[in-house]
């Protein structure tokens, strides 16, 4: 899986390229993301625009970096969610769990309030 990110202070945005179905796919931003968590990044949009699939190790993902922020005081937005990972946050009824905004600057401006 690959990823971008943008700061936009204190709110980090971290666009998914792709897919996670194994640990090897999460690893590495899951290291980065609780790194910035680290530095007070602690409201966290993960804009899910080019996320194809995901399974129960991207869920496990999402939950750790939710609980984490929220320890923090801080909060994780999912945007542009769509097709198959769609499906999987319906049917696990993740979407009654997580914030979810219909674009990326819907989630930036959620913590604007």
């Known amino acids: 899986m690959q990823y971008d990110i943008e700061f936009d202070d204190p709110i980090i945005v971290y666009t ?6 194994t640990e090897l796919d999460y690893e590495l931003i899951e290291r980065e993301v609780f790194d ?5 990044f602690y409201r966290i949009v993960f ?18 970096t939710l609980t984490k922020s929220r320890i ?14 769609a499906k999987i946050f319906k049917i696990s009824k993740l979407d009654e769990i997580y914030t979810i905004c219909h674009n990326q ?8 309030k």
């Open 16 to 21: 998914l390229k792709g897919s996670i179905i």
């Open 36 to 40: 910035n968590l680290n530095k007070n």
């Open 47 to 64: 804009n899910l625009e080019h996320f194809t699939h995901t399974n129960s190790a991207g869920i496990a993902f999402f939950m750790r």
């Open 72 to 85: 923090l005081g801080g909060e994780l937005v999912l945007t542009n969610i769509s097709g198959n990972v």
């Open 105 to 112: 600057m819907e989630g930036i401006n959620h913590f604007k």
